[in-house]
């Protein structure tokens, strides 16, 4: 699938997403990748990233019903498209093949200290 490259934090972002399944929403996306990915992201980049995202055809959204709780406001629920999952596969794939031509020798982390 040329041309639908990710980037770390889309891939992240479609993984959290699968994860979440029916409850994928701005606020449960953003608490899974900051719980699961050992980072603390923005709302803001966060849909940047969704928007994006939809923008390739990766993913898809829709709004579910208002709720008094959220100042009338709905939900945006997101869900991962045929062509994402494909991205997904492809970028899986991708690395797979490069840690496979690492040669037979232990990696091994430097310390600085």
Aim: positive net charge; without cysteine; hydrophobic residues 35%.
């Amino acid at each position: 699938m040329k041309g639908t490259n990710l980037g770390e934090f889309e891939e992240l972002a479609l993984l959290t997403i699968l994860v979440l399944g029916d409850n994928a929403y701005g606020v449960t996306i953003k608490q899974e990748i900051n719980k699961q990915g050992g980072r603390q992201i923005s709302r803001g980049a966060l849909h940047t990233a969704l928007s994006r995202l939809e923008d390739k055809g990766l993913l898809s959204s829709k709004q579910g019903e208002t709720n008094e709780a959220r100042g009338g406001r709905p939900k945006r629920y997101y869900e991962v498209t045929n062509k994402g999952k494909e991205a997904l596969i492809e970028a899986k794939a991708t690395r797979d093949r490069l840690w496979n031509q690492i040669p037979d020798v232990r990696l091994e982390l430097q310390y600085a200290w």
